[in-house]
């Protein structure tokens, strides 16, 4: 990999790199400085792998070439300008725009699902970019969240051309090869057709329903039963908000000719945005752009390192796969939904469940907790202000404070009896703990699968069990397993035994909107047997 030399080494003699941004397996994307206009930028190295057979390099050169001669074509705002493609040691590289954002699927992933009001701006401005592309003749081919990038103050950007194609041209396709990303293909496409601007249009589709929910309505566990799912399945809108149904049901239309076009999809945006500022005149104005307090997110718009996958990359501080929310204090889970002529409704449970009962006139809303949906399918609503991280099949939120915390483990399960698996448990506490004491066990009824509970509490030792628990501190803890089809799901919940009183209510609607799969619904609250 190339590497600026005390940050002075230059690319066709003007344009200096600065840091990297990102890389993958086929390249780096720098943070750049075009040293003539004194501006910054992304520079974008391709690195192709060692060994790699004459023709195989010939294309992906080829493709990068054309995927930065395909983007400068277009002009638009929520589009990445592509400013030069200069040849350095052999091969190109794209001098770009710089763009101070975050992807869509890293803001849900840190922060929960997107307000409906600013999915909705979201979407017409990418609507906006994509019939820039289409009128110019060009596919984009690979719309899906991580190619949408937000900036703080609410702009949107289309990136990564670098699956794009003017209508019609197939030069670089291989017989048998689709392009693109599984969960987000249009059933044509996934099909073995060469689709049109219809089929970005689905992807659209899903990638809005993502935005909602944290990953495409036809995502399953690999890429067949994924391609199975666009040509089979329906999408499942239980816990989408009612007011986003009739514009993803008909982006999600099979037959590319009765699907909806750009100008009724945007209608439709448009008239969700209105009924949503109907109802911010009620609740108050809709968040900005969620942001972690982490590192200045910088992404360049067409920053596809791994042009196979279409992979855009982004710095934010955090360790890649970590934080199912890095810092919930700028998250605003999404706030109810009311039609155009409704009174707002209040939420109760997972989000988008919608309650029947209005508010009176010109109250506040209580805002539902932001929702975490697993890469594995489960989900669980977070406190707002706790900060997230996952490693594995655990994920777990910490309050800032420390004294607070709520955990989720999935696991296989050698049985049926959430109970052992508590018992097991309770033996690896041990050399962590002292003086633990039960308060509770039993069963609890939940709708899917069994469950039991242990409640009790424990002071730290000397050996740290986390490193969040202070040594000789007093605990209170609620652990609850759920064993679904095999698969056991352990939660936890710690809090000091001081303040374990004040935060019930809290703990019960955390516990209540766990969910093993998205069809699962919330848990109910449970009771002794």
Same mark, same amino acid.
């Given at each position: 990999?190339?590497?600026?030399?005390?940050?002075?080494?230059?690319?066709?003699?003007?344009?200096?790199?600065?840091?990297?941004?990102?890389?993958?397996?086929?390249?780096?994307?720098?943070?750049?400085?075009?040293?003539?206009?004194?501006?910054?930028?992304?520079?974008? !190295?391709?690195?192709?792998?060692?060994?790699?057979? %004459?023709?195989?390099?010939?294309?992906?050169?080829?493709?990068?070439?054309?995927?930065?001669?395909?983007?400068?074509?277009?002009?638009?705002?929520?589009?990445?300008?592509?400013?030069?493609?200069?040849?350095?040691?052999?091969? %190109?590289?794209?001098?770009?725009?710089?763009?101070?954002?975050?992807?869509?699927?890293?803001?849900?992933?840190?922060?929960?699902?997107?307000?409906?009001?600013?999915? +909705?701006?979201?979407?017409?401005?990418?609507?906006?970019?994509?019939?820039?592309?289409?009128?110019?003749?060009?596919?984009?081919?690979? /719309?899906?969240?991580?190619?949408?990038?937000?900036?703080?103050?609410?702009?949107?950007?289309?990136?990564?051309?670098?699956?794009?194609?003017?209508?019609?041209?197939?030069?670089?396709?291989?017989?048998?090869?689709?392009?693109?990303? #599984?969960?987000?293909?249009?059933? !044509?496409?996934?099909?073995?057709?060469?689709?049109? $601007?219809?089929?970005?249009?689905?992807?659209? *589709?899903?990638?809005?329903?993502?935005?909602?929910?944290?990953?495409?309505?036809?995502?399953?566990?690999?890429?067949?039963?994924?391609?199975?799912?666009?040509?089979?399945?329906?999408?499942?809108?239980?816990?989408?908000?009612?007011?986003?149904?009739?514009?993803?049901?008909?982006?999600?239309?099979?037959?590319?000719?009765?699907?909806?076009?750009?100008?009724?999809?945007?209608?439709?945006?448009?008239?969700?945005?209105? $009924?949503?500022?109907?109802?911010?005149?009620?609740?108050?104005?809709?968040?900005?752009?969620?942001?972690?307090? +982490?590192?200045?997110?910088?992404?360049?718009?067409?920053?596809?390192?791994?042009?196979?996958?279409?992979?855009?990359?982004?710095?934010?501080?955090?360790?890649?796969?970590?934080?199912?929310?890095?810092?919930?204090?700028?998250?605003?889970?999404?706030? #109810?939904?009311?039609?155009?002529?409704?009174?707002?409704?209040?939420?109760?449970?997972? /989000?988008?469940?919608?309650?029947?009962?209005?508010?009176?006139?010109? &109250?506040?809303?209580?805002?539902?907790?932001?929702?975490?949906?697993? #890469?594995?399918?489960? +989900?669980?609503?977070?406190?707002?202000?706790?900060?997230?991280?996952? !490693?594995?099949?655990?994920?777990?939120?910490?309050?800032?404070?420390?004294?607070?915390?709520?955990? /989720?483990?999935?696991?296989?399960?050698? *049985?049926?009896? #959430?109970?052992?698996?508590?018992?097991?448990?309770?033996?690896?506490?041990?050399?962590?703990?002292?003086?633990?004491?039960?308060?509770?066990?039993?069963?609890?009824?939940?709708?899917?699968?069994?469950?039991?509970?242990?409640?009790?509490?424990?002071?730290?030792?000397?050996?740290?069990?986390?490193?969040?628990?202070?040594?000789?501190?007093?605990?209170?803890?609620?652990?609850?397993?759920?064993?679904?089809?095999?698969?056991?799901?352990?939660?936890?919940?710690?809090?000091?035994?001081?303040?374990?009183?004040?935060?019930?209510?809290?703990?019960?609607?955390?516990?209540? +909107?766990?969910?093993?799969?998205?069809?699962?619904?919330?848990?109910?609250?449970?009771? &002794?047997?």
């Amino acid at each position: 990999m190339a590497s600026p030399d005390d940050g002075e080494r230059l690319i066709a003699r003007r344009y200096r790199l600065s840091s990297a941004l990102g890389q993958g397996g086929m390249g780096v994307v720098w943070h750049g400085h075009d040293t003539l206009l004194n501006r910054p930028i992304a520079i974008k !190295e391709v690195v192709l792998p060692p060994g790699l057979p %004459p023709i195989e390099r010939e294309r992906h050169l080829l493709r990068t070439t054309r995927e930065a001669r395909t983007a400068a074509r277009l002009n638009h705002p929520g589009i990445v300008q592509i400013y030069d493609v200069v040849e350095e040691d052999g091969r %190109p590289w794209i001098i770009m725009e710089l763009v101070d954002a975050q992807p869509l699927d890293e803001i849900v992933r840190l922060t929960g699902p997107v307000p409906v009001r600013l999915l +909705s701006d979201i979407g017409r401005q990418i609507l906006s970019a994509l019939t820039a592309a289409h009128q110019a003749g060009v596919l984009h081919r690979d /719309v899906k969240p991580s190619n949408i990038l937000v900036t703080e103050d609410g702009r949107a950007v289309l990136t990564d051309f670098g699956v794009a194609t003017a209508e019609g041209d197939s030069s670089l396709t291989q017989t048998g090869m689709v392009a693109g990303s #599984p969960s987000f293909l249009a059933p !044509e496409r996934a099909s073995g057709g060469i689709g049109g $601007a219809a089929s970005d249009l689905w992807s659209f *589709g899903a990638t809005l329903y993502a935005g909602l929910m944290g990953r495409s309505p036809f995502e399953r566990a690999d890429t067949m039963e994924t391609l199975n799912a666009i040509l089979t399945e329906e999408a499942v809108y239980g816990r989408i908000p009612k007011i986003f149904h009739a514009v993803l049901r008909g982006l999600l239309e099979r037959d590319p000719a009765r699907r909806l076009t750009a100008e009724q999809a945007d209608r439709m945006l448009a008239d969700i945005q209105a $009924a949503q500022r109907a109802r911010d005149r009620v609740t108050g104005p809709p968040p900005r752009v969620p942001r972690p307090r +982490s590192k200045v997110a910088l992404a360049a718009g067409v920053a596809a390192v791994v042009l196979a996958a279409g992979a855009v990359v982004v710095w934010n501080g955090l360790p890649r796969g970590r934080g199912p929310a890095a810092d919930a204090a700028t998250s605003t889970g999404p706030r #109810p939904v009311a039609a155009a002529t409704a009174a707002p409704t209040s939420s109760a449970g997972p /989000v988008g469940r919608q309650s029947a009962t209005p508010h009176p006139p010109y &109250a506040r809303a209580r805002r539902p907790l932001p929702i975490w949906t697993s #890469p594995a399918g489960w +989900s669980i609503a977070f406190p707002r202000g706790w900060r997230g991280s996952r !490693e594995g099949a655990h994920a777990e939120w910490l309050r800032r404070d420390g004294k607070a915390h709520l955990g /989720v483990e999935m696991r296989k399960s050698a *049985g049926d009896d #959430p109970a052992k698996i508590l018992r097991a448990a309770e033996r690896l506490l041990t050399p962590y703990a002292r003086e633990v004491t039960t308060l509770r066990r039993g069963s609890v009824a939940v709708p899917e699968g069994r469950a039991a509970e242990w409640e009790f509490t424990w002071t730290s030792g000397d050996a740290s069990r986390a490193p969040w628990v202070a040594p000789g501190r007093v605990y209170h803890e609620l652990r609850r397993a759920v064993v679904v089809d095999g698969t056991a799901y352990v939660l936890e919940w710690t809090m000091t035994s001081r303040e374990w009183g004040k935060r019930r209510r809290l703990r019960e609607e955390v516990f209540r +909107s766990f969910a093993a799969s998205e069809a699962a619904g919330a848990m109910g609250t449970p009771r &002794a047997r």
